[in-house]
DNA sequence: CCCGGTATCTTAACGACGTCAAGATTATTT
DNA sequence: AAATAATCTTGACGTCGTTAAGATACCGGG
């Protein structure tokens, strides 16, 4: 039945380093197509290889979205640790630069990051995906205790997600939503009604800064001021 | 090629409120199945109607995802204005009620929320639906002003959206930004890890109110006019 | 060395999807 | 009443994710 393959198809029948290839495939259309245009099949096209093939790696699209979320994770905390690490050399707000190298990260691939964010399905008990996210929010939680004036953790690293952050949970809740929300408004062109006459970029420049310090300020200013809230 | 039309389907022939109906099944479909579930063939198959038969209505996929947005745009404003409302009889904050009728809005019905902030591609241009959007934002606009002790503004009935918001611009951008992200965050599941154990909503009744009410104390921290944080 | 088992990849096909062209049917206008 | 427009069906096209069956390459134990 298949006596006459092709010489070039025969020499590559195995790839060698097809999950790979198929990563890097990913992120690139995710780049250029955004979430929209993915797809499995453009994928294994770029990768070079039929579309049945990557099913040995991923099992299915969802196996391949988990493991592109995953990294996607990744990128995001190592992004914000090195705006960290960045910021206090430089003596600027750790907060405030936290915050700007989510929404550029958002900004410089929303496919991706809307991946990240399970805009199309994908495993989010995956073991790797939860550390992953774990890390993310650790890095979030220290931030904002430090930014308190508090104590990071006793133990630099212990797990930080399910047990510490119950005292400044509306805190760690405010910052991630509010940085979260902006980044998610922005690349889904919510706020192009405002940002389309100086361009989004100036938008940011003259806006942001002002929003992430208010944003620090709240995070800094009541202690206790929002408990009697609590009943509403 | 079709003189043998079954009988009903010769009888209701023409449907007469397509239209109606299909946006009936749409909102069902993304109720039931959401947003990965939505498909235009399967709301004409609720509608009794053929895949192609939608298509006079509302062009295509598109215009039917336009449609259903605005619809969940105005949704979300009247949900809004209603929490306002009762929050006033009751002598409580106006803004928690908005941030209240925001989130149980998005996690009411996550499909539709998606929906209307265009995780699926969708016409962001529409006259109705910038309409739609323009009001929501009007509402957001007013409340926030209201909350920091300010005229909501010069006229009721001007628009709100392109001119006014300048001044205030962070804070009303701090305000959408947390509600907005609280909520994809919740309804995206980010925040499973910590809501697993008790529940969504016992988690947001014990944690939402407290959020709300640090968010309501950073947006009238700045100009120092307490008076409404104080109380609520 | 080679030989069998296993991992990897292809081919071919299935059903579901959105969309379009062509035709049938009903409503509206003239 | 005839013509025109609006509405809906049928049938088809290309694309999608997934699967089963078969082909090919790798790999460790005789």
Request: aromatic share 6%.
């Amino acid at each position: 039945m298949t006596e006459a393959m092709s010489r070039v198809t025969r020499e590559h029948y195995h790839h060698g380093a097809l999950r790979q290839a198929m990563i890097a495939a990913a992120e690139a259309v995710l780049a250029e197509r955004g979430l929209g245009g993915f797809t499995l099949r453009e994928c294994a096209r770029r990768a070079g290889v039929s579309p049945a093939a990557p099913a040995h790696h991923f099992g299915n699209l969802t196996g391949l979205l988990t493991t592109i979320a995953t990294l996607g994770f990744d990128d995001l905390s190592d992004a914000m640790e090195a705006a960290v690490a960045s910021a206090q050399a430089q003596g600027r707000s750790r907060l405030a630069a936290i915050a700007r190298a989510y929404v550029e990260t958002a900004l410089g691939n929303p496919g991706r990051f809307r991946v990240v964010f399970g805009q199309r399905e994908m495993d989010r008990q995956d073991a790797a995906f939860r550390a992953a996210a774990t890390r993310s929010f650790g890095i979030l939680v220290r931030e904002v205790r430090l930014s308190r004036g508090l104590q990071p953790s006793r133990l630099p690293d212990e797990k930080p997600a399910a047990q510490a952050p119950a005292p400044d949970l509306p805190e760690v809740l405010l910052a991630w939503s509010a940085v979260h929300g902006f980044s998610t408004l922005l690349i889904d062109g919510a706020l192009d009604f405002l940002t389309a006459e100086e361009g989004r970029q100036a938008f940011l420049d003259k806006h942001a800064a002002r929003l992430f310090a208010l944003l620090a300020s709240a995070l800094s200013a009541g202690q206790g001021l929002a408990k009697e809230a609590a009943r509403d």
